[in-house]
């Protein structure tokens, strides 16, 4: 095995701000708030606000079935389809055999069960989709994906509840790095929000019970808990060399990756923080970094009140010089699964572009954290080179990401 950097050729965003890369990037940096999603879905759940992607765009996705794929397949299809068209490759012209798929994921079709288990209650067995598993099993992001592009290489689904994006891409250059692959699309999805999904949420109290849009505000004083949301994110992984060769524009490169699990708590994160911060540490020794070249950290940042105390501390041990932290999910809200995929790809443009996006709708931060370097208010110019990207699950997944450009 010959570990190393791999580039990432292309890249692909479906959020409750847009349907594609740009324009999530833009009204992330504008950070206005975003109008709530349906409300349809959380009647009687206990929850005041959640975020939904908006409708694809005519003609965004094409293909036989697609209309009809549960929504956290169809999320994923048209994020791998904006960065192959990014990263410009033609799945005509590959070998399929030496393209992997991996695909992180917290519920899968939980769209589709519900509805079918509701057609189950009030009309009896026989009214049950055939389609039923097909559109609903946690795999079938990456199986569809697979179908679709002639990708016969390794097909994987991680679920690491809301550090699967995220380890979506540490195992995809994983298979990059044992030679198993050429090229490799990574992937985050996540479709639940979902009655039922959204009611499980509330009745733990991990939900903001703010009425407006500004409801996620991830290290404020009066942070209460996250806005639950959807999307999807893939990245085009390759070695650098090959794309090279091939001419490729390189986005960024990931370094290095780290994953950890607390053996601590279902839910709770480990308060000391020992164990994310061995996912940051195991991270930076595989990027041959060390934590001084880190220059801005994407934090996890959900708006909870213990997910932020704990990441604020673990964040301010690590890195006492005080890198530039921001966090995409005050204007996203969680998109579960997805987000580290998504945070993933809103960090390579950060370094793109050095411009780091404000964390939305905090105006001071919590004065019981330690002292971070916040990005509050509007967006802010930006020099470094090099991030760290962190998430966290329940049942205790870590995972960190260090990428530069």
């Given at each position: ?8 050729t292309g890249a692909g965003l479906v959020t409750p701000a847009g349907t594609d890369s740009d324009t999530t ?381």
């Amino acid at each position: 095995m010959t570990e190393g950097p791999v580039a990432i050729t292309g890249a692909g965003l479906v959020t409750p701000a847009g349907t594609d890369s740009d324009t999530t990037w833009e009204a992330l940096c504008a950070a206005r708030s975003l109008e709530s999603g349906d409300p349809e879905p959380l009647a009687g759940t206990g929850a005041w606000h959640s975020l939904r992607v908006p409708p694809l765009r005519p003609g965004q996705l094409t293909g036989r079935g697609t209309a009809r794929t549960d929504p956290f397949i169809r999320f994923a299809l048209a994020a791998v389809d904006e960065a192959l068209v990014q990263a410009g490759l033609d799945p005509r012209r590959w070998d399929g055999s030496r393209v992997g798929i991996v695909v992180g994921c917290a519920f899968g079709g939980v769209t589709t069960l519900e509805e079918q288990h509701r057609r189950l209650d009030r009309q009896g067995p026989e009214m049950v989709s055939p389609y039923l598993h097909p559109r609903s099993l946690i795999n079938m992001a990456a199986g569809t994906l697979s179908a679709r592009y002639g990708i016969t290489g390794p097909s994987h689904t991680v679920a690491a509840a809301c550090a699967s994006g995220a380890s979506a891409l540490g195992l995809g250059k994983t298979l990059l790095d044992a030679g198993v692959c050429d090229t490799v699309i990574a992937c985050g999805t996540d479709a639940a929000v979902t009655p039922l999904v959204v009611a499980g949420f509330a009745r733990m109290g991990a939900l903001s019970e703010h009425k407006g849009p500004d409801a996620s505000r991830p290290f404020a004083a009066d942070r209460d808990g996250f806005v639950i949301s959807e999307g999807a994110a893939a990245v085009v992984m390759e070695k650098p060399a090959k794309a090279r060769a091939r001419g490729a524009d390189v986005l960024g490169r990931l370094l290095g990756y780290g994953s950890t699990s607390d053996a601590h708590h279902p839910t709770s994160p480990r308060p000391d923080g020992a164990s994310a911060a061995a996912a940051v540490e195991q991270a930076l020794a595989a990027a041959r970094m060390t934590a001084r070249d880190v220059t801005t950290v994407n934090a996890h940042g959900t708006s909870t009140p213990q997910n932020d105390q704990t990441e604020a501390r673990l964040l301010a041990r690590l890195f006492p010089h005080g890198p530039s932290v921001t966090s995409n999910k005050g204007l996203l809200g969680h998109t579960l699964g997805a987000a580290g995929a998504i945070e993933a790809v809103l960090t390579l443009r950060s370094l793109r572009s050095g411009t780091l996006p404000p964390i939305a709708h905090t105006e001071r931060a919590d004065p019981d954290l330690p002292e971070l370097d916040l990005v509050l208010g509007s967006a802010r110019s930006h020099g470094g080179t090099v991030a760290v990207s962190t998430s966290f699950g329940f049942g205790g997944s870590n995972c960190a990401l260090v990428l530069d450009a």
